[in-house]
């Protein structure tokens, strides 16, 4: 059931923003902010099947029969959204309530389609509006940076999992094993003991493939010596977890050691440099330095971290363009890495929460470089 009171103060921090900027209605397609809006849990999937009308005064979601019954379920009888699927287009269906409300100045999250926002623009006249189409430009996005506690509960209970899932891995992995066998493993673990989702593809690169940041899982066996990045994360309730760890196999060489405690090191300097009002680029820059000082600059080309919440990629951001403050609340990553090309990388990833005067990681795994196949 949907946490009524943290969706009402949800609703009450956008109506705020509406009436700041002027806009007598919000029509709403993007799924994440449907989802975070009415609290309906594991509802929305990969279509963008809803669309939500928000005024001072009401609020009002058009979906189909696929998705109806299971509004009312996880709402419950006594929400405060109007619910129905009649079968009309949504843009249509968004224009008359629209109408109903008498707004002038409707807005509309720039994520919407174009197809729907000429749509909407059409049936405005078909129903003899003449209103102000005003864009959103990612506010909502900014809305959902903080997060409230029934989001902070939920984000840690998938990284509980996601902590499990590492535990069990290093036990796991052998030589010769192939990465798509050790993704097939750590998927299985989170999606049996707790997880309802994936954050997204999980990441297993061994050797070389290590050398590329968003490398894919393959073929490639395990041998002695390797270096595996795993990046993964449970999903539970909507919400995500973000978490890497590199692992060796067997013994690793002195120059294995060394590259990862740089990276351990601009880690830990990066998490301490974290606090609520922060610049986000002034913290990517604490990576940067480290690294570059221990003479891998080069080899450290993304961002330093990003915002996580009901997508896996959030505002805000640690890099190079982010120049705004971190709010207090916010949830984000901390992962820097080196990735030496045709030989190996290394990436070390917490997430956790921004507070007023520091960060308090989720992730409870060692930042030890793990030993494993032994």
């Known amino acids: 059931m949907a946490d009524a009171k943290a969706c009402a103060g949800r609703v009450e921090r956008l109506r705020a923003l509406m009436a700041e900027r ?9 799924n994440p902010d449907l989802r975070w809006l009415t609290g309906s849990e594991r509802t929305f999937d990969y279509e963008i099947a809803h669309t939500a009308v928000v005024t001072a005064n009401g609020l009002w979601l058009h979906t189909d029969s696929r998705y109806y019954n299971t509004f009312l379920e996880r709402l419950g009888a006594d929400c405060a959204w109007e619910i129905d699927m009649e079968v009309v287009p949504p843009a249509t269906w968004a224009a008359r309530r629209v109408a109903a409300a008498r707004a002038r100045t409707v807005a509309l999250e720039d994520t919407c389609e174009l197809g729907f926002f000429d749509d909407f623009n059409a049936a405005c006249m078909t129903c003899g ?3 102000l189409v005003a864009r959103l430009h990612g506010d909502i996005c900014d809305l959902r940076m903080v997060k409230d506690a029934e989001e902070v509960a939920l984000m840690r209970r998938a990284q509980e999992v996601t902590d499990e899932a590492f535990a069990h891995i290093c036990e796991f992995i ?4 192939t990465e798509q066998e050790i ?10 003991h707790g997880a309802d989702e994936l954050s997204f593809g999980t990441i297993i690169a061994s050797g070389p493939n290590g050398a590329n940041p ?14 595996i990045v ?3 994360g449970a999903g539970y309730h909507d919400y995500h977890s973000d978490m890497t760890r590199t692992v060796c196999v067997g013994e690793p060489s002195s120059e294995q050691r060394a590259v990862y405690d740089v990276v351990r090191r601009a880690h830990e300097a990066c998490a301490e440099a974290i606090h609520a009002g922060v610049i986000g680029r002034d913290v990517h820059q604490v990576a940067v330095k480290v690294i570059s000082e ?9 961002g330093l971290g990003h915002g996580v919440g009901l997508e896996i990629h959030e505002n805000p951001n640690f890099n190079t363009r982010w120049d705004r403050p971190v709010p207090e609340g916010s949830v984000v990553t901390v992962e820097p890495g080196i990735y030496l090309p045709g030989r190996f990388g ?3 990833e917490d997430f956790g929460l921004v507070t007023a005067d520091g960060f308090e990681p989720f992730t409870a795994s060692t930042h030890d470089l793990v030993i494993v196949g032994k």
């Open 22 to 30: 002027g806009w007598d209605a919000v029509v709403l397609r993007n």
């Open 129 to 131: 509006i003449a209103c």
């Open 174 to 177: 052998q030589v010769g094993q």
């Open 183 to 192: 993704r097939v493993e750590l998927e299985n673990y989170m999606l049996s």
């Open 214 to 227: 968003h490398a894919q899982p393959g073929e490639r066996r395990v041998a002695e010596g390797d270096l």
């Open 230 to 232: 795993m990046d993964y």
């Open 294 to 302: 221990a003479g891998y600059g080069e080899f450290f080309g993304h």
């Open 346 to 348: 290394i990436r070390l």
